[in-house]
């Protein structure tokens, strides 16, 4: 359910600014739209058919997330332990405009808005739970992939991307001490 609020969240800051443009989906069309959007969220996504009007905007159409009962959380249990595997804790620092659009060392261009981490000996596509020291890892925890090498200052453990950074701390603390986990 996360991922589907930070997707309807990431569509809301975009829109306005022109970066995605809704369009309308004639009503033959609109299952492989449902179909498609619940194959990229990883949700089984309903559509409410009797809301829909013959040639309604797709946009005033109400899309709500099917309740799967395959899908069970399990209660959190404190008395258990973490599921996280710490790999190091150390220094954090970011790095994003003056590098946004040049090829990262995995070859793909770096975008500061995307939750990514240049790392210098963990393996390209590695997905870690980053906290702040101290902090415990939990479902909300940011997750970072490591797309990059870096950081090449002394004493310093990982280069966040901008957003990552700010998921954790203000821009103007610059470095943050961090501890990172494998995800589970």
Not at 10 to 15: G, Q, R, V
Not at 111 to 127: E, S
């Amino acid at each position: 359910m996360q991922f589907v609020q930070r997707c309807v969240s990431a569509l809301m800051l975009l829109t306005p600014l022109g970066c995605l443009k809704a369009r309308y989906v004639p009503p033959s069309e609109q299952p492989q739209v449902q179909a498609a959007a619940s194959a990229a969220a990883g949700v089984d996504f309903q559509i409410d058919s009797a809301a829909i009007a013959e040639d309604a905007p797709l946009e005033e159409v109400e899309w709500s997330p099917a309740v799967s009962s395959e899908k069970t959380e399990t209660p959190s249990d404190s008395s258990q332990p973490s599921e996280y595997e710490k790999v190091e804790c150390g220094e954090a620092s970011f790095y994003g405009a003056d590098f946004a659009g040049r090829p990262t060392a995995n070859g793909e261009i770096f975008d500061p808005g995307q939750f990514t981490a240049a790392h210098r000996t963990l393996p390209f596509g590695t997905q870690l739970v980053v906290t702040r020291s101290g902090e415990e890892p939990t479902s909300d925890s940011l997750v970072v992939r490591i797309n990059d090498r870096g950081p090449f200052i002394a004493g310093r453990m990982i280069d966040l991307s901008t957003a990552a950074f700010r998921k954790l701390a203000a821009e103007s603390l610059g470095i943050l001490s961090v501890c990172i986990y494998t995800e589970p």
